[in-house]
Structure formats: structure tokens, C-alpha cells
T-cell receptor, first 110, second 116 residues
């Protein structure tokens, strides 16, 4: 049974700080990981994906993957109030659709 | 990427009726998926809809309650039958698309269903 675990939060950070969102997964066969952002009342939008160990940076976002520890994280630098949303971690196995974690609600305080 | 539209965007239905949700994609895709997101919850996969074959349902979801059609590579419908208040959710259509580096899954805007 594939499982993706996230701390549901809420996670509160002050504006300008680094927000760190974490995710663990149970299936060692998982090869790729996706981070989605979901604003209230909206559908999930893809932020970034990662499939290699290490860090991947895209603007203010950095995804980190550690396959040995079955751990993936998302760092948001210089957090803005507009980053306040629920962040969903997800992973497929093979050709199957994404399995989602419960999501972490982030609140950036101005 | 893919542009996905859904109709209706929202609806309020009476108990015992049915609602059919349409999903249209701007490109041909092999795999389409239907998810449900109940209030305050994450996304739960209902079924995978591949063109030319029967939909594959996840545990806890059955064809009689959630019949799916997939007549071509750009379109699918999900029907939620015999509605009850517990069916009040957001229903999301999703597709896999081959992007430059990897397959990526995109979502439609969702259909918000309220059952009275």
C-alpha cells in the first residue's frame, strides 16, 4: 500500500522567513515526487517535481530528496503572504496516478 | 502542460438524483483520472479512465455509483449516482502529460458538488 505522509500543520512562518515542508513515503519503488500548491477553493497546481537525490531549485522553491531515508521536502525562501496555501506532496509508482499526502497548511504572517 | 476544463464548475443537487461531470482536455492524452476531495481532506483517487477500455476503480468506489465514460482521447465524464449528502465534495479530473523531463499530472479546476 503506497503511503505519503505529511504533517497537516498549520505551519506559521513570518514574512521573509524560510518555510520548510516535509513528506515521507513508504514505497521504496517510488521514483519521482511532486509538490502541488492548493489555494482554498482552487484545484492543485504543480510547483515542482524531483526524481534525483539531492536538491533541485526553482526560484524561491527548493525541493530536496533523500531516497535512503524516504524523505522529500520543500523549502520556500523569502516567504510571502501569497504563499499561504495547502502544500501537497505526491508520488506515483510506475505508471499509476499520483498518491497524495494529506497536505500541510502554510500560513505566512505579514 | 495541458489545459483542462470541467463542467459544471459547481452544482447543488437533491438527494437521490445524479450529476454528470464533463472533462475536456486540449490535447490527446492516454490516461485520465478522477479524484474526489472532501471538505478539508486531501485528494482520493476514484478511478482511472483509459480510452477504449473499462475504467479501473479504486477500493471503495464502484461502477454503479460512479460510472465513467471515455469516448475519445480528449474527453471523459464522471457520473455520481443516487446522490446523498456524503457525496458533497469537489470532483477533479486529472491527466498525465509528458513534459520535457518527466511525466507530470495536471488537474482541472474541479466541480464543487453540494447535495441537499
Amino acid at each position: 500500500q503506497k503511503e505519503v505522509e505529511q504533517n497537516s500543520g498549520p505551519l506559521s512562518v513570518p514574512e521573509g522567513a524560510i518555510a520548510s515542508l516535509n513528506c515521507t513515503y513508504s514505497d521504496r519503488g517510488s521514483q519521482s515526487f511532486f509538490w502541488y500548491r492548493q489555494y482554498s477553493g482552487k484545484s492543485p497546481e504543480l510547483i515542482m517535481f524531483i526524481y534525483s537525490n539531492g536538491d533541485k531549485e526553482d526560484g524561491r522553491f527548493t525541493a530536496q530528496l533523500n531516497k535512503a531515508s524516504q524523505y522529500v521536502s520543500l523549502l520556500i525562501r523569502d516567504s510571502q503572504p501569497s504563499d499561504s496555501a495547502t502544500y501537497l506532496c505526491a508520488s506515483p509508482t510506475g505508471n499509476t496516478p499520483l498518491v497524495f499526502g494529506k497536505g500541510t497548511r502554510l500560513s505566512v504572517i505579514a | 502542460s495541458a489545459v483542462i476544463s470541467q463542467k459544471p464548475s459547481r452544482d447543488i443537487c437533491q438527494r437521490g438524483t445524479s450529476l454528470t461531470i464533463q472533462c475536456q482536455v486540449d490535447s490527446q492524452v492516454t490516461m485520465m483520472f478522477w479524484y474526489r476531495q472532501q471538505p478539508g481532506q486531501s485528494l482520493t483517487l476514484i478511478a482511472t479512465a483509459n480510452q477504449g477500455s473499462e475504467a479501473t476503480y479504486e477500493s471503495g468506489f464502484v461502477i454503479d455509483k460512479f460510472p465513467i465514460s471515455r469516448p475519445n482521447l480528449t474527453f471523459s465524464t464522471l457520473t455520481v449516482s443516487n446522490l446523498s449528502p456524503e457525496d458533497s465534495s469537489i470532483y477533479l479530473c486529472s491527466v498525465w502529460v509528458r513534459d520535457t523531463a518527466t511525466d507530470t499530472q495536471y488537474f482541472g479546476p474541479g466541480t464543487r458538488l453540494t447535495v441537499l
